[in-house]
């Protein structure tokens, strides 16, 4: 026989914060003055926001983003051959198979190493500043 475990019972979150989240959007609703007929009326003005969502210009987009779209790629390639020509030699120094020098192998083991941690070290401290940051109207970044 198969033990299949009981269905756990309804949050008190849920049994609270649905009909919270009713009254709370009812009160909204007065305050910013909302009138369901109104709502009814304009729905008939979707079009000016849904027709450009639904056929872009794509005419447009090409002319202004085909070179910047083609430099990207191109960037992109030239990383990936640098990265790999910098890296490969670096891989057969830092494995123990192809460096028989335990103090090479160590130095090179331990940059490889180094710049592993790189990433590591800058981004959780950007993800943690961002919502420090201010930007101006003047495009600089201000903490």
């Known amino acids: 026989m198969i033990n299949i475990p009981q269905k756990p019972s309804v949050s008190y979150l849920v049994t609270l914060g649905i009909p919270f989240a009713f009254i709370f959007s009812i009160f909204s609703f007065s305050r910013i003055g ?10 008939e003005n979707r079009a000016i926001v849904t027709e450009p969502l639904f056929n872009p210009k794509w005419r447009w987009a090409w002319e202004n983003t085909s070179e910047a779209l083609l430099e990207t790629i191109q960037i992109a390639i030239l990383a990936s051959i640098i990265g ?3 890296a490969l030699p670096l891989a057969f120094y830092a494995s123990r198979a192809t460096n028989l020098n335990k103090y090479s192998y160590f130095i090179y083991k331990s940059f ?21 940051l201010v930007r101006d109207g003047h495009g600089r970044v201000d903490l």
Do not use: E
Request: aromatic share 18%.
């Open 34 to 43: 909302f009138n369901l007929q109104d709502f009814k009326d304009n729905l």
């Open 112 to 132: 490889l190493n180094l710049v592993r941690t790189i990433p590591d070290l800058f981004w959780d401290p950007c993800q943690f500043g961002k919502p420090l």
């Open 84 to 86: 790999c020509a910098f």
